[in-house]
């Protein structure tokens, strides 16, 4: 059983709108949870992580972590075709964060 | 500051065959991990180090992967006995004190 669920498996969204990710550890003694993104044919490159309740803004992206859940999603807005990718979600728990656990990742695909 | 570097890029091989992939981690990193992705899914931890030292091997398929990090710098997977479920990029990362840097992945087809 996959230790970390993303939902959904894929997303078409137009340009410039919202793209919602979900992801959820199955594993209490997670801590940290990470969001990667892999362009088709590269390697994956961390976008950004959230470590505490609450929410996290960079620039378009935006995190929301529930701990009590273990829940974080991950929101684009203005999404761009630039920003069709794999997007993965990892964990790892406190007294090891190098150990991520990955999902599957949520394909998104936005389309011009 | 050069990237981590891996080769080969791509590796066609029979089941049967043997073969190493090798990588290079970010000068200073003394945390090294492999994983397995398989098409279209997230990359999953085989193995990983801590200088030379490995940390976690516990989803190492022992009977025909193995990994070395000699001098805690650059690191070597091998497979001895290629499998077509083996099928999968194969990426190697290193780790700053915060996030993990991912190479460009080895592409193996076993056929």
């Known amino acids: 059983q996959q230790k970390v669920q993303q939902s959904p498996e894929s997303l078409i969204v137009p340009e410039g709108g919202m793209a919602s990710l979900n992801c959820t550890s199955s594993d209490r003694n997670v801590d940290y949870f990470w969001w990667y993104r892999q362009h088709s044919g590269k390697s994956p490159k961390m976008l950004m992580?959230?470590?505490?309740?609450g929410e996290k803004e960079e620039g378009r992206f935006t995190v929301h972590l529930n701990k009590a859940s273990l829940h974080t999603s991950l929101h684009i807005r203005d999404s761009q075709p630039s920003d069709s990718a794999l997007y993965l979600c990892?964990?790892?728990?406190?007294?090891?964060?190098?150990?991520?656990?990955f999902g599957l990742g949520t394909t998104l695909q936005v389309q011009p | 500051e050069a990237g981590v570097t891996q080769s080969p890029r791509y590796a066609v091989l029979q089941e049967g065959q043997a073969v190493s992939f090798w990588c290079d981690p970010i000068s200073g990193h003394d945390t090294l991990y492999w994983y397995q992705q398989p098409r279209d899914q997230g990359p999953q931890l085989l193995v990983y180090f801590r200088d030379e030292a490995v940390i976690d091997n516990s989803q190492l398929p022992s009977d025909r992967f193995s990994a070395v990090r000699p001098k805690g710098t650059n690191s070597t997977l091998k497979i001895q006995s290629a499998k077509q479920g083996d099928t999968a990029t194969y990426l190697c990362a290193s780790r700053d004190k915060y996030e993990q840097y991912f190479g460009p992945g080895t592409r193996l087809t076993v056929l």
């Open positions: 992580s959230i470590f505490s309740n």
């Open positions: 990892a964990a790892s728990k406190a007294g090891n964060t190098g150990k991520l656990i």
